[in-house]
């Protein structure tokens, strides 16, 4: 079963949109962590944010907002004012505390494509 | 301070032969992962190291692919007996200690079987 599912293939926008890209998550540990990372055209994963299962409280960092609602087992990201250097691939993962008891591996979603057109 | 690591950066090789690829960590990093990123497939957890612990192999997609690390640091994955299904960008990353903590990507090999 997937754990991570992003909806959204692609998601094309004009530049200074405001664009959310979603993230359901499905896990059995109370313990847990969610993070985003953003793949831009060099290839390069590069972190964004980890939130862990206990704070549910909503995140901002300058244009990048995120919410988390356990209710709903959702971890969206908001991107306010788009620019075009935001065009990437937002790719949101999980990890789970007892996952085959190994501790520590990301489980990806397959990642949303965005673009940011001038 | 200097990120993750791989080399090569890219690899084509034949069906049938042997590839072995090369990860430097970021220095401190106790933990240590292989993924694998593929058209179809997206990103594939492969194999984790923590410390000097056994490494957890569960995400190895078969038995020719192995991994090691050298030292608590460097570590280096195998290919043997390529095939074409192999092909795909394999990225290496590196975190302070396991699950709760960031982890940081290097650039990747991308790997091509003809």
């Known amino acids: 079963a997937q754990k991570v599912t992003q909806a959204q293939t692609e998601i094309s926008v004009v530049e200074k949109e405001d664009v959310t890209l979603d993230c359901v998550y499905e896990t059995r540990d109370t313990t847990y962590y969610l993070f985003w990372y953003k793949q831009p055209p060099s290839g390069e994963l590069v972190f964004l944010i980890r939130?862990?299962?206990?704070?549910?409280q909503n995140e901002i960092s300058g244009r990048y907002s995120w919410n988390f609602q356990k209710s709903t087992s959702s971890f969206n990201f908001t991107i306010t004012a788009s620019q075009v250097v935001d065009s990437a691939v937002y790719f949101c993962?999980?990890?789970?505390?007892?996952?085959?008891?190994?501790?520590?591996?990301?489980?990806f979603g397959k990642g949303t494509k965005l673009s940011v057109k001038p | 301070g200097a990120g993750v690591s791989q080399s090569p950066s890219n690899k084509v090789t034949e069906k049938g032969k042997d590839v072995e690829l090369r990860c430097d960590p970021i220095?401190?990093?106790?933990?240590l992962y292989w993924y694998r990123q593929s058209l179809g497939q997206g990103l594939e957890f492969l194999i984790y190291f923590q410390g000097n612990s056994a490494p957890d192999k569960s995400g190895l997609p078969s038995d020719r692919f192995s991994a090691e690390r050298t030292g608590g640091s460097v570590s280096t994955l195998t290919i043997q007996r390529t095939q074409q299904e192999d092909s795909a960008v394999y990225l290496c990353?590196?975190?302070?200690?396991?699950?709760?903590?960031?982890?940081?990507f290097g650039p990747g090999t991308r790997l091509t079987v003809l």
């Open positions: 939130r862990n299962s206990f704070d549910e």
């Open positions: 990353a590196s975190s302070m200690t396991s699950y709760s903590n960031e982890q940081f």
């Open positions: 993962a999980l990890s789970e505390e007892s996952y085959g008891g190994s501790q520590g591996n990301l489980i």
């Open positions: 220095s401190g990093h106790t933990a």
